[in-house]
């Protein structure tokens, strides 16, 4: 074997490590949180979010939790009335996804003592911050769940420590997120207080 040989199975094999992206999607097809680590462009984006809509929401529960779509595949598990839809590289083992999803799962449900889809939409930040605590670019970094809710929980007590009196903390933790996580929350991107104001 070469060394490009070698540098390519490496470049492969990285590739398979990590998820590209994943959507928690009601049955509606709203979506209630989406993250993508890999680039793409907003319309490659909005293609995804329709594949995901159009070739998950109308299965059969009984049907297979994998769908091929070129160069990566979804792979999801409904839990109640939420699809946890991740995009996987197609060298990607289909059954360590669906651990990982598991895994997220019981940290959400350890953090919000059994998770709804109404704690996502009202509590999308601390949502995310489960999501960037076990994994970073996509790959699996920290597996035990109570490490996790250790972290935020210092986190939470680190950002009341920080907040003036009569200041909402949870516009404290908004400097984090993209314009469309702010705008789902129902705050102006990048202003002050419980619905954006001044």
């Given amino acids: 074997m070469t060394e490009l040989d070698h540098a390519a199975i490496k470049q492969k094999a990285a590739a398979a490590c990590g998820w590209d992206f994943i959507v ?28 995901i809509a159009a070739d998950v929401l109308p299965r059969q529960a009984k049907m297979c939790n994998i769908i091929e779509k070129g160069e990566y595949k979804f792979v ?11 995009g996987a590289p197609a060298e990607m083992n289909e059954l360590i996804v669906l651990e990982q999803i598991h895994l997220f799962v019981e940290a959400l449900d350890g953090y919000f003592n059994s ?56 516009s404290q933790l908004d400097d984090g997120l993209s314009f469309q996580e702010q705008f789902q929350l129902g705050r102006k991107p990048g202003a002050r207080g419980p619905r954006g104001n001044r």
């Fill in 24 to 51: 928690l999607m009601s049955r509606q097809g709203k979506i209630r949180l989406s993250e993508f680590f890999s680039s793409y462009t907003e319309s490659q984006k909005k293609r995804i979010l329709r594949d």
């Fill in 76 to 86: 999801y598990r409904r839990y109640a009335s939420l699809y946890f839809v991740v």
């Fill in 115 to 170: 998770v709804c889809e109404l704690d996502l939409v009202f509590s999308l930040h601390k949502s995310l911050m489960i999501l960037f605590e076990m994994f970073i670019g996509g790959m699996l970094c920290e597996s035990n769940r109570r490490e996790v809710l250790q972290q935020i929980v210092e986190a939470e007590e680190m950002v009341e420590q920080m907040t003036k009196p009569g200041e909402d903390t949870s």
